[in-house]
């Protein structure tokens, strides 16, 4: 655990619940990645290890010229993943992938998401994709 600034750890606190550049700009604010980027590298500084979470997706609009995607290569951490269980999870799951792996970041899973690599695997093999757990989703 580690005790730092509220402004360091979550960077632009926005009052209603939506998509970020929509409720950014309702609190007359603009999602700035060098800021993040700051904030990052300040917190990188004293810890062994730091979770960044993302907020509505992984190409969820932060602004009008970024999205979280931006933020994830900037950053360049490896990203996790989630996917909830339901109707169309499994395409959404392979288009996500493939964004991510697009901009050259390296897909990391979940131990908790072993259902859906497991959906994930069968489709692609059903589809002549090849894909296993150790090379095509981590």
């Known amino acids: 655990?580690?005790?730092a600034p509220r402004e360091a750890v979550n960077p632009y606190l926005l009052r209603e619940p939506l998509s970020p550049?929509?409720?950014?700009?309702?609190?007359g604010v603009v999602i700035d990645l060098d800021h993040i980027a700051r904030c990052?590298?300040?917190l990188r500084g004293q810890a062994d290890f730091l979770v960044v979470e993302g907020a509505g997706g992984?190409?969820?609009p932060l602004s009008e010229a970024h999205d979280g995607a931006d933020l994830a290569v900037r950053l360049g951490l490896p990203v996790i993943l989630v996917v909830g269980l339901r109707l169309g999870?499994?395409?959404h799951a392979l288009l996500t992938e493939e964004?991510?792996?697009?901009?050259?970041?390296?897909?990391r899973t979940h131990e908790?998401?072993?259902e859906i690599l497991n959906a994930l695997e069968r489709t692609c093999k059903r589809l002549g994709a090849a894909a296993s757990r150790d090379t095509a989703l981590t």
């Open 1 to 3: 655990s580690l005790a």
């Open 40 to 42: 990052f590298e300040e």
């Open 99 to 107: 964004a991510i792996r697009a901009r050259g970041l390296r897909l």
């Open 89 to 91: 999870c499994l395409n």
């Open 112 to 114: 908790h998401d072993q």
């Open 21 to 27: 550049h929509i409720a950014a700009q309702r609190d």
């Open 58 to 60: 992984f190409r969820v």
